[in-house]
């Protein structure tokens, strides 16, 4: 299903272009027609988020809505998404880039002062305006040559061909060095596996607890693929893991052993609440956890002593999981969640450090070799 | 001066290893002569903080203090400053790398709960023991194998040897594609430049901006580096700019038009006062500033309009910036940072996207052209 859906989504830039070229001559249409120019969407609040037991992701529902221009609390928007539209079409004609701020920029050039700044921040959850672009046209931002935030790092056997800026270079992710690859906002258009030799993909929360595994060279001795987030993971890196799940490596995800770490782990798999619109597009049902979790400070008599006090804004999250029906359908995540609440512990993937700064690599070739994953 | 002072400070781990039993054995000797054991080192306190004039940087004064361990306020400090020697060089033995977590994490293992948990976070802006250390044994936290936190990326005309964990790779940074090399932690030890082959370094405040001039190979098209430290530069990018600048490549700096933007390169420059330690290793004070400027609105006729209201923090912090003798030592930064507190306005970096993407790169182009810059 995944695999069938992502050759639909890497369309050329022509063909984005032409998409963008349909949405304005159907509204030309309508304009002719004396109607007033519209175009459907759907609704992306929480209300049409349903999550979907069949692919195991958050996806939206059916409810579509529809925008018209000739309405008085629409039509400023409507103007406002028919120009970021126009400014796409002509960022792709050009094969050129920008961010969410560019555009805004580009907008504020050409429209001047009439223009809601917070729409266009970076920090904002949502843009609304390119969402709805989003949604229509059944592309991501990347693909209508929106950069977004990118963060998270990969190592590993595995060689990308990235055609870019005119140029085409091969990324060997075995040759980065102390660094890695730093992984970009767009994994799809111009990017390309030329090879991915490994057994399976280590999804790693934390870039210090990366940087040691890359240090002792855990990828080469494990042989396989080594990608830190850097806490919550980028469009681009969830992204990145969907296409090597679908290239068949199991993805095993390694985290803190406390609700934000956990949830890193569930955005990864099942996808977030405010992308439920990219559905299986950035969400990798397939991934697996490894740890740490609540039951490893009884195999591990050490942690016990490296566990910190979970403070209540941490076990307010916990609660908040298990009232997720996705998450707490699953046994095993509903009782390490009330072992958060029972105890208010949490444990720093950094503890496994405690020991000896070796012991990061031997607790996961340990539990990855015996398979103790949680799903 | 730099170039001077930064062949001392490359040591090897041995040699580093050697000043960690050094101290320890100095401390030994005391103990045998019925002394308190101590060590000296430097008050760090902001009363301690001069800018040097010759150099033209932060750095400490010369106030220093003993810390001994028969002294009630200091005991458990002292002991914990040995114990994190003493885990130092271990580190330094085993040729592997932590962060302040995982050092944090080695200790609780050993000491117990007796452990101030906040002054081991990486957060933290000073973690006093390591401080300690690092000014007591002048030597850098990375020398001692204690990673901090990496942010930034760079690409261009350079290849570096990078040697670690066991193996040794060449990072060609003309050949990183879309994502350009990410900067490491450490710069120093183990990273050698094979070749460096370009006219200046460009350090570019904003990664979206980066990412539209790597697009358009800037660094290829105007022989340059092309740097973004991503906001405040961290402590590996500072590092590389000053061994670039130590190359004799002039360093240009390209910021936002407000008070933030300009301290980025204010730190680049003269160090910050958190680091005022480190002094002219981690400070640059050739580096100059081509912009943006508020000057620039009267240049280009279009800035005025995509130019957007500073608020009262903004405002404050430039006042501040006036206060600081090393930078309202200088007239034109007097005059810009005035102009910002009577027009209320500040620039985005992104706005020079307004007309068209590729004017980020003219707008640099015409300034470092005709050197229009600010130092």
Chains 1, 2 share one sequence.
């Not at 969400?283 to 910190?308: C, H, N, Q, W």
């Not at 707490?328 to 949490?346: A, F, G, I, N």
């Amino acid at each position: 299903m995944a695999e069938k859906k992502e050759k639909t989504k890497i369309d050329s830039s022509a063909e984005i272009a032409d998409k963008l070229t349909n949405l304005g001559e159907a509204m030309i249409k309508e304009i002719n027609a004396n109607q007033s120019p519209s175009f459907e969407t759907r609704l992306r609040g929480r209300g049409n988020v349903i999550y979907d037991e069949a692919i195991g992701c958050l996806r939206l529902g059916e409810k579509n809505e529809t925008r018209t221009f000739v309405n008085v609390g629409q039509a400023k928007k409507f103007m406002q998404t028919v120009a970021v539209a126009n400014k796409c079409k002509k960022f792709l004609k050009e094969g050129a880039h920008t961010s969410i701020r560019g555009l805004f920029y580009q907008l504020k050039f050409s429209l001047g002062e009439d223009l809601d700044e917070e729409l266009f921040s970076e920090q904002s959850e949502s843009n609304p305006l390119i969402e709805d672009l989003e949604v229509t046209l059944d592309v991501k931002r990347e693909d209508l040559n929106l950069n977004t935030d990118r963060k998270g790092v990969v190592a590993g056997p595995m060689t990308l061909k990235d055609k870019f800026g005119g140029g085409e270079v091969e990324i060997d992710c075995t040759k980065q060095g102390r660094s890695g690859w730093m992984i970009p906002s767009d994994v799809d258009n111009g990017m390309e596996f030329k090879s991915v030799d490994a057994d399976y993909v280590l999804v790693v929360e934390k870039d210090a607890i990366w940087q040691r595994l890359n240090e002792e060279r855990y990828w080469e001795k494990e042989n396989c693929i080594l990608i830190t987030p850097k806490g919550q993971a980028s469009r681009g890196c969830r992204r990145l893991i969907r296409r090597l799940a679908n290239k068949k490596l199991p993805i095993i995800t390694f985290c803190d052993c406390d609700a934000w770490g956990w949830y890193i782990y569930w955005a990864i798999k099942t996808g977030s609440m405010n992308l439920a619109y990219l559905a299986n597009d950035i969400s990798t049902p397939e991934a697996r956890f490894v740890g740490v979790t609540m039951s490893d400070i009884k195999k591990y008599d050490f942690l016990e002593k490296l566990t910190i006090k979970a403070k209540d804004i941490d076990v307010k999250r916990a609660q908040e999981m298990l009232d997720y029906p996705w998450i707490s359908r699953h046994k095993d995540w509903t009782r390490e969640l009330k072992m958060v609440l029972d105890t208010k512990k949490k444990i720093e993937q950094d503890a496994l450090q405690g020991p000896r700064l070796s012991f990061v690599g031997e607790y996961l070739r340990e539990k990855i070799g015996k398979k103790e994953f949680l799903s």
